[in-house]
C-alpha cells in the first residue's frame, strides 16, 4: 500500500478498498502476521470494576448475553452505561436507544409465545 490515496481518483480508491476488504475476508481466520501490533485506543481510558454473582445469576448472564451475540461484560457494561444516563436524566445516544427497543421487542415476542 505505497499508493498515494490522495494522488488517486475516486473510482481508484474504491478500487482499493474493495481489494483490501477481500483480502481482510478471505484472511480472517488465519493469525495475524508476526510482528503486528495490537492497540486497544480506547483501553487507557477505561478502568476495570468486578462484582460479585451467583451461580445462578451467571449463568443466567451467560445465557442471555449469548442469546443476544454478545459478551456477557458487554452486556452488563451497557447495562450500566444506559442506567447511568437514566440516573443523570441524559438522553442516550440514538443507537443505544435503538438496541434497546430493540431488546425492550424480543422480551415483548418471549412473553407473548409463552
Keep these: 500500500m505505497s499508493e498515494n490515496v490522495k494522488d488517486r481518483d475516486d473510482r481508484d480508491v474504491k478500487d482499493l478498498v474493495e481489494q483490501i476488504a477481500a483480502e481482510a475476508e478471505a484472511t480472517m481466520d488465519e493469525p495475524m502476521p508476526e510482528g503486528t501490533v495490537w492497540t ?57 436507544m435503538v438496541e434497546r427497543l430493540e431488546a425492550d421487542v424480543r422480551t415483548l415476542r418471549k412473553l407473548v409465545a409463552s
Excluded: C, M, Y
Design 40 to 96: 486497544r485506543p480506547n483501553r487507557a481510558k477505561s478502568a476495570t470494576f468486578s462484582l460479585r454473582l451467583n451461580p445462578d445469576e451467571l449463568a443466567a448472564l451467560h445465557e442471555l448475553a449469548s442469546e443476544h451475540g454478545v459478551p456477557a461484560s458487554a452486556l452488563v457494561r451497557g447495562w450500566i452505561v444506559q442506567r447511568l444516563a437514566a440516573e443523570r436524566n441524559a438522553p442516550t445516544d440514538t443507537a443505544a
